[in-house]
């Protein structure tokens, strides 16, 4: 059998994690019950590390996953024709994902984020550039596109995908909302839900797009549906995830951590991409459930959101040896 072409769009960043001494910085609630991360104003700070990523975010994460699972891949971003975007492409020819789609602008820088790092979670200081967010034909038509994160302007390139989509019924869509997504709203969104073969979605993203109660994760999961949405799936952080097909719904635990979270960046994309990569490949539902938390476990154990990715052998290690309560259940 050939392999299954994906098609992952989004936007792409490279980014530098700077680790910060924890004795320099401290983590505070205010009246509003945000956590507040601090540090002295004007001060010459040590930190502790600094790593840089490249060729990273929801779409760019996606095609790694896939590509590792050994899916053919190809991604449709958007970058400048600097050093940094010259580097992101590089790596992701040597990461296997095709590169023929991605759109280089002349003159434009490509993104770059900051990440402060404490403990395991992380401040992100972030600047989309302007491109053009121009939809073009994709270079092979694919058999599955995965929408990831887009940004404030992209609205008339999601008009294009949308009328490329009609036009070709026959290609699946993966959808892992975004922040613009669900700022959108769900009725300026509804023709994607009712399009899409998978969404994937957290408690509280689900509750926004339904509008139902975000304790009731059977009207969840009904109203997701009612949506059209075929797969439905809701990740509860580390309580587990839930999924249904319109016939069952279930419940997955997450993979036993072997040591405590490193970083989580990227555990989300890694879940989503993962359980995607799986359906794609034929795997059921229920297998699906079972890749997914061990590709997102495994990215929680390394800085950054696609180091910890695993091939599809290692990825059958962690389930042989899985605990006998690793299995999902009729929820």
Known sequence: MNKPHILCVGDIISGAFITLLEEYAAVTTDDKGYMRLSFELGAKLPYKDLQVVKAVECAPNAAVSMSRLGLSVS???WLGDDEIGQEMASYLKDQGVGTEDLAVEAGKRSNYHFYLRYGADRTKLQKFEDYSYKWREPST????????VLGEKTWPLHEAMLAYLEANPDIKLAFQPGMYHLMWGTEKMAAFYKRAAIVVLNREEAAQVTGKDHKDMAGL???????????????????????SDGQKTLFMPIYP??????????????????????LALGESLETALMWAPINSMNVSQYIGAQKGLLPKEQLEEYL????????????
């Open 320 to 331: 042989k040896n899985a605990p006998a309560q690793y299995k999902s259940e009729l929820f």
């Open 141 to 148: 038509k694919p058999d599955w596109l995965y929408l990831g």
């Open 257 to 278: 951590d072997p040591k405590a979270p490193h970083d989580r960046t990227g555990a989300g994309d890694a879940f989503a991409s993962t359980l995607t990569a799986a």
């Open 75 to 77: 991604l449709m971003a």
């Open 221 to 243: 999961i009904q109203g997701l549906h009612e949506l059209g949405i075929k797969v439905a799936v809701i990740t509860d952080g580390p309580k587990g995830a839930y999924a």
